[in-house]
């Protein structure tokens, strides 16, 4: 019997009642991810952004160097895959090669992080439906109440069978992509606005302005990628087909950021792009369409902003559920949470708590009369900040995890990989924090982005969590040991 077979004989009868199922291959896994990109957003908000306050016309570099980066963290991400086969990600990496403590505490944060990220894009998506929604003379409804529609839609395909959300984020995905290769061809086609060219990677244009506040724009355009490994119980072939996924999601995005920021440039031209930025910060990539497509292009592309924010939305719904999952399968929220569907194979008490949680928060939006804008800055700053924290430890944890072990003798996927990535992401972090302020939208009197209450609030909202899993790991060893224990197991 393997130590993963030995792990589900011990599980509570309720949560080993009926497995997760689903036939997801590495093009599934990757649309899920790449829904959880939404790229299309990303060049609509952070493209402008990166070129306003980053390095200017040197952006798409920044984005190449931030996939590289989080490739050389793939590699020892997927490689402790093989060793801590389960679907937790950095809850189970972290509790295998750190502590179990620090695990749980993970897990809570990725929870948190993940719920900020579903709840400030429903509220985008809620403004920006309440402004078309006006605009076109309909009736003036409130932002909350087109994200509650939004949320009975996430809810019921959350529910329904994970082949379900994979159609549904295809297609979506695929009109996203296809209307930015559209324009690309057209730019490219007519030679941009002052001809094309690569000075936009030359080294001064790199590191022209702040190279350091643009890479932190560009890392936090990924956030999602690291859910491959959650979706393991769902994978057809979990051994090959997460670390497929994982190399192509952080690839194909990287890559595809990269060139159609390269585009945008192009479209508007280097000398005239900033400006562009700087009058359109919200809707340079609807007035690049306008240019390029004309009218029916406008159309399509806020149509496709709209169904962008959608899929992300949905990628992040499962993948909270599929961490509440995890910790009820294994004794450590209530076990019913870790039970599958009978029918569909889905995390469907998982996902309906993750529902429930969701509107709970929109409520108290709706109740303090906080605006769309202000959640979405607030609620992302946190969530930029939780995700890559994790994504450091996860590559710490990694390190200790092999040396502890010697269970692995590939040096570069067990060593150097992770403890560069870990290097790399920890300054990443710094620079998060140090920048804290330009995240959440918080600035002095002068207009300029300076730490005060917003920013240590927000900042203090990590800790309950934190300390919820510290307490929780605690209390867990002494009343359910056979639980503590199952925290950690893996194949020898």
């Not at 990109?37 to 306003?52: F, K």
């Not at 897990?107 to 078309?132: C, K, N, R």
């Not at 700087?278 to 306008?290: C, H, Y």
């Not at 929109?362 to 900040?385: E, K, P």
Request: neutral net charge; charged residues 10%; proline residues 4%.
């Amino acid at each position: 019997m393997t130590t993963t077979q030995a792990r589900e004989e011990q599980l509570p009868a309720a949560a080993k009642t009926v497995r997760l199922t689903g036939r997801l291959g590495p093009v599934a896994i990757v649309l899920m991810v790449m829904a959880a990109a939404a790229p299309l957003s990303v060049l609509g908000g952070m493209v402008p952004l990166g070129l306003l306050i980053g390095n200017g016309i040197g952006l798409p570099t920044l984005f190449l160097l931030a996939g590289l980066v989080l490739i050389i963290f793939a590699f020892g991400f997927t490689h402790m895959t093989r060793f801590v086969p389960r679907s937790g990600a950095f809850f189970h990496y972290i509790a295998a090669g750190l502590s179990r403590p620090l695990g749980l505490a993970a897990a809570w944060v990725s929870i948190f992080a993940y719920f900020g990220v579903q709840i400030g894009l429903l509220a985008q998506i809620g403004s920006v439906l309440e402004e078309t929604v006006g605009r076109l003379g309909g009736p003036d409804i409130d932002w909350w109440v087109y994200s509650f529609v939004i949320l009975a839609a996430i809810g019921y395909l959350g529910y329904r069978n994970i082949d379900l959300s994979t159609k549904v984020l295809g297609l979506l995905l695929v009109a996203e992509i296809g209307i930015v290769v559209v324009l690309s061809i057209v730019v490219v086609g007519t030679g941009g606005a002052e001809g094309l060219t690569l000075n936009t990677f030359g080294w001064d244009n790199v590191m022209s302005g702040s190279p350091a506040i643009g890479l932190m724009f560009c890392m936090a355009s990924f956030l999602g990628f690291e859910s491959t490994a959650i979706y393991r119980d769902e994978a057809r072939d979990p051994e090959r087909t997460i670390p497929r996924a994982t190399f192509a999601a952080v690839i194909i995005v990287g890559v595809f950021y990269g060139f159609a920021s390269w585009m945008m440039i192009m479209a508007w031209g280097e000398d005239s792009v900033v400006a562009a930025a700087a009058a359109n910060p919200v809707t340079l990539i609807v007035e690049t369409a306008s240019q390029y497509l004309g009218p029916a292009g406008v159309v399509i592309i806020n149509v496709l902003l709209l169904t962008s924010v959608f899929a992300a939305i949905l990628a992040f719904h499962n993948v909270i559920a599929r961490y509440f999952h995890a910790l009820g399968h294994g004794g450590l929220l209530p076990t019913g949470l870790g039970r599958a569907h009978p029918r569909h194979g889905s995390p469907y008490k998982a996902s309906l708590t993750t529902t429930i949680i969701a509107v709970s928060v929109i409520v108290v939006c709706m109740l303090t009369g906080v605006s769309a804008m202000q959640v979405l800055s607030w609620s992302t700053g946190d969530a930029a900040l939780g995700v890559m924290a994790l994504m450091a430890l996860t590559s710490l944890s990694v390190v200790v995890f092999f040396r502890r072990t010697r269970l692995s003798t590939r040096v570069w996927q067990a060593m150097i990989a992770p403890a560069v990535a870990f290097l790399a992401l920890g300054a990443i972090v710094v620079l998060l924090v140090l920048n804290y302020p330009m995240l959440v939208g918080e600035t002095d009197a002068n207009g300029a982005p300076a730490f005060g209450p917003l920013s240590v609030t927000l900042l203090a909202l990590l800790v309950p969590f934190i300390v919820t899993g510290l307490v929780q790991a605690a209390i867990v060893k002494r009343r359910n040991p056979e639980a503590y224990a199952r925290i950690v197991d893996f194949d020898a």
